[in-house]
């Protein structure tokens, strides 16, 4: 009923840039945060970035001043651009969204099936 997709990610040389993409479909009614997240072989899932409903930003330290998320409501849709790209970068990043379905009455989270970011030297 709600979907939500990862998109964008690839293979980039050290210094390179990508966009990805995280996109909302089917009944949803609202909104509310959209969240990067980022997991590399044998590592945790960590946070990457969230931007608000209202276009409030949070970066973790490790991406600040390189990466930029942002949002277009009409689309329901978040992206994460990401210049200046490390090679510690290299992960599955995954999208969340906290999202009120027209089905239901509450708010849930919902995750996107993530998507392969790979960054050589």
């Known amino acids: 009923q709600v979907h939500l997709v990862a998109s964008g990610g690839g293979l980039a040389q050290a210094g390179g840039s990508l966009r990805l993409s995280c996109a909302a479909s089917g009944s949803t009614f609202a909104i509310n945060a959209f969240t990067w997240y980022r997991q590399a072989p044998g590592k945790q899932r960590e946070f990457v970035a969230t931007?608000?409903?209202?276009?409030?930003?949070n970066y973790a330290d490790s991406v600040k001043g390189r990466f930029t998320i942002s949002r277009d409501n009409a689309k329901n849709a978040a992206y994460l651009q990401m210049n200046s790209l490390k090679p510690e970068d290299t992960a599955v990043y995954y999208c969340k969204a906290n999202i009120k379905s027209k089905s239901w009455s509450s708010w849930d989270d919902y995750w996107g099936q993530g998507t392969q970011v790979t960054v050589s030297s």
């Open positions: 931007v608000t409903n209202s276009g409030g930003t």
